[in-house]
C-alpha cells in the first residue's frame, strides 16, 4: 500500500475523501488528515508518505508552499492539487512542482482514481530496480551461506544487514534440498514448488528460500523450537499432491549457528545417497536412515564413498573393494538397487555436483571439474554437455544471479 495525506482547511472535504473513496482498491491507504499545512508538515515528519492530497487556498501557507517544503524533505513525494475553482496561474505553478493531477472541487472520483492509478505506475517503476537489487543481495547472501563463505559471525551480520534480511541466529535450523524433473519448456513446476514449499515451512517456522539453478530449489527453515521431522514429511505430502512434476526432498541435519548451515547444505546432498533412481518422489533427512532392504549396505556403502571421494578417480573395481564384493556382484546388486549401473551413477552425481558448484560464482571452470573427478577440463565440459544439453558456461549464465557475490 502507498500511503496517503490528506489536505484541506474544510474537514468535510478530509473526512470525505477520507471515508468514501475507495483507496484500497487503488492500492493506497490515508495515514493522517490535516486541517492545514502546519499539521500536514507534522505528519509529513511522522508518517512514511507517497502522496500530498492538498488543497490550494488554506490560510497561513498555501498548498502550493506545503508541496514545496514538502519535496525539501523528501523529493520522491507525488501531489495532487485540489481546488475550489480552476485557475490557470495555479495550475502553471502545479506543473513546475510535479503534482500529478489538478482537482477541481467537488472531487470527482473517477479523476482521482486516474490521478491516483499514474502515481502508482510511477512508483512501481522507481521501486522496481530497488527491488530486483533487494531480491539479487538476498539471494547472493543465501548461496553464500550454504556455500559457507563466511568465516566469521561478524561478517555474516554483516551481508545479513546489507541484503536487509533478518534470520534467526539464535535457534536451530535445517537446510532442505528439493530436486525436480527441470524443463526448459515449462518452468513453472519450479515456481509452484517453491510456493507449495514456502507455504508449507512458513505456517511452522520461518524460512529462506532461492532456486540454486535448474532443477533445484534450497530452503533455510528455523522450525521455532518444534520438530522439523513430522513438519517437513507433512510438507513433502503437500508437495507430492500439488505439483505435478516429481520432487525428491533432501534434508541435512539441524544446524545450531548459521555458520553451520553449509554443513547441513551438503548433508542434504548426501541424503541423495538413499536414493533409488526410480525413487522419483518422497523425503530423505541425513540423520534418519531408511530401512536396510538385503544387499543395501553394500550399495549405501558404494553410494556414500562416491559422494565423498568424487572429485578423485572411481572405477567399478576400487568401489567394489571399498564393499568388500566382487565387481560383477557389485554391477549386478547395485543395478537390481538402483536401477542404474555404478558409474552411470557415478557420473549422474558428478553433474548433480558440478551444476550446484556452478551456482558458487567464486569457483572457476576448472576448479569445478576437479572438484567432481575430472583432471581434463574440457572433457569434463564435453561430458556436462552430453548430459546436461548445455555448457557449462551457458548453465552457470542461465543460473547465476547478477553482480558479484557478497
Not at 335 to 340: A, F, M, S
Amino acid at each position: 500500500m502507498y500511503n496517503v495525506v490528506v489536505v484541506d482547511d474544510e474537514m468535510i472535504v478530509v473526512d470525505g475523501l477520507t471515508s468514501y473513496f475507495p483507496w484500497a482498491d487503488e492500492g493506497f491507504q490515508v495515514v493522517g488528515g490535516a486541517a492545514s499545512a502546519e499539521e500536514a508538515l507534522t505528519l509529513l515528519d511522522t508518517h512514511h508518505v507517497d502522496v500530498l492530497l492538498t488543497d490550494i487556498a488554506m490560510p497561513s501557507m498555501n498548498g502550493l508552499e506545503l508541496i514545496t517544503r514538502a519535496l525539501a524533505v523528501n523529493p520522491a513525494l507525488r501531489s495532487i492539487i485540489l481546488s475550489g475553482y480552476s485557475d490557470f496561474n495555479y495550475a502553471v505553478d502545479a506543473i513546475r512542482l510535479g503534482t500529478v493531477g489538478y482537482l477541481v472541487k467537488p472531487v470527482d472520483f473517477d479523476e482521482l482514481r486516474d490521478a491516483l492509478r499514474k502515481i502508482a505506475d510511477s512508483l512501481a517503476r522507481e521501486e522496481r530496480p530497488r527491488l530486483e537489487r533487494s531480491v539479487m543481495l538476498r539471494e547472493q547472501f543465501l548461496v553464500a551461506l550454504v556455500f559457507g563463505h563466511f568465516k566469521s559471525e561478524q561478517s555474516l551480520r554483516d551481508q545479513m544487514d546489507r541484503a536487509e534480511l533478518s534470520i534467526p541466529t539464535n535457534q536451530p535450523g535445517v537446510v532442505i534440498r528439493c530436486w525436480f524433473s527441470a524443463s526448459t519448456d515449462d518452468p513453472e513446476p519450479g515456481g509452484l514448488l517453491m510456493g507449495t514449499l514456502d507455504e508449507g515451512l512458513s505456517e511452522h517456522g520461518e524460512a529462506f528460500l532461492f532456486a540454486s539453478g535448474a532443477g533445484e530449489v534450497v530452503a533455510v527453515f528455523f522450525p521455532g523450537g518444534e520438530d522439523h521431522v513430522p513438519i517437513l514429511r507433512g510438507v513433502a505430502e503437500d508437495i507430492e499432491k500439488s505439483v505435478p512434476t516429481p520432487c525428491f526432498i533432501g534434508v541435512g541435519s539441524p544446524f545450531e549457528s548459521l555458520l553451520g548451515a553449509s554443513e547441513s547444505f551438503v548433508e542434504a546432498e548426501k541424503s541423495l545417497a538413499y536414493r533409488n533412481i526410480e525413487e522419483r518422489r518422497g523425503i530423505q533427512f541425513f540423520d534418519v536412515p531408511p530401512p536396510e532392504k538385503p544387499g543395501g549396505l553394500s550399495v549405501r556403502t558404494v553410494q556414500s564413498y562416491i559422494l565423498e571421494h568424487l572429485n578423485e578417480s572411481l572405477s567399478l573395481v576400487k568401489l567394489a573393494d571399498v564393499a568388500f564384493i566382487h565387481p560383477n556382484y557389485l554391477s549386478r546388486l547395485f543395478r537390481e538397487r538402483t536401477g542404474e549401473t555404478v558409474m552411470d551413477y557415478v557420473t549422474r552425481i558428478r553433474m548433480e555436483r558440478a551444476c550446484t558448484l556452478l551456482r558458487d560464482p567464486a569457483r572457476n571452470i576448472t576448479d569445478v571439474s576437479k572438484a567432481v573427478g575430472f583432471t581434463n577440463p574440457r572433457h569434463f565440459s564435453q561430458v556436462f554437455k552430453d548430459n546436461m544439453k548445455c555448457t557449462p558456461t551457458e548453465y552457470r549464465n542461465s543460473v547465476s544471479p547478477a553482480g558479484s557475490t557478497p
